[in-house]
Structure formats: C-alpha cells, structure tokens
C-alpha cells in the first residue's frame, strides 16, 4: 500500500513563508509525477505546481515567482517552498503522486494525501 503524508502546513502572517512537504511510502519503485494542489471553501480543487521524475515544473500563474517545488527521488518526497503568502494563499494543500510502480510490479494511477492547511491571516 502507497500513501502520502503531508506536512509543514499552519498559521503565517502575509509576506511570510512556509514549507510544505510530502513524503510517499510504501513498496514503490518509481513515481512518474508529484504535485501541489489547493481547496479553498466552495472552491474547487486547483493545480499549484506539479513536478516529472525529470524535474520539469509547472506553477499556476498566481504562484509563479513565490512559490517552488522540488523533490528528493531518493525519498520520494516533493516540497512546496512558498514564499510572499498573501490571503488569497488560504487553503488546503493536498498532494497527489501520478503514474506511481510499485516493488511488486503494480501500477497505480493516482494517489491523494490528507491535506495540510495553510492560512495567511494577519
């Protein structure tokens, strides 16, 4: 069994910084993509940033330039660096791994954490 935790989420005053990250475990051989999304209340789920095994990202616009992830293949791990929060920032971020191989041969297409929230309040 896979899984995703997420964690480094909490309370930040606008301008201010945090990092999220998000460690997968389990049997797994590879994980193709990981990314960062993020609800807001009655919103819909949207893409923040996402992220290949080869390390090609993409961002929403309204991140671009304050936020950026990274991942540790070894450790199949993705962090979300976000910088310059604002209000609008607000939410629950959640990961999710895309196309992962698993040790014993499976394939799983997509896998979610739990959410971690971030709230930027002054």
């Known amino acids: 069994q896979v899984q995703l935790v997420e964690s480094g989420g909490g309370l930040v005053q606008p301008g201010g910084f945090l990092r999220l990250s998000c460690a997968a475990s389990?049997?797994?051989?590879?994980?193709?993509?990981m990314g960062w999304y993020r609800q807001a209340p009655g919103n819909q789920r949207e893409l923040v940033a996402r992220?290949?095994?080869?390390?090609?990202?993409n961002y929403a616009e309204s991140v671009k330039g304050r936020f950026t992830i990274s991942r540790d293949n070894a450790k199949n791990t993705v962090y979300l660096q976000m910088n310059s929060l604002k209000p609008e920032d607000t939410a629950v971020y959640y990961c999710?791994?895309?196309?992962?191989?698993?040790?014993?041969?499976?394939?799983?297409?997509?896998?979610w954490g739990q959410g971690t929230q971030v709230t930027v309040s002054s």
């Open positions: 389990g049997s797994i051989f590879s994980i193709y993509r």
């Open positions: 999710n791994a895309d196309t992962v191989r698993t040790l014993g041969g499976s394939h799983i297409q997509l896998i």
């Open positions: 992220i290949t095994s080869g390390n090609t990202t």
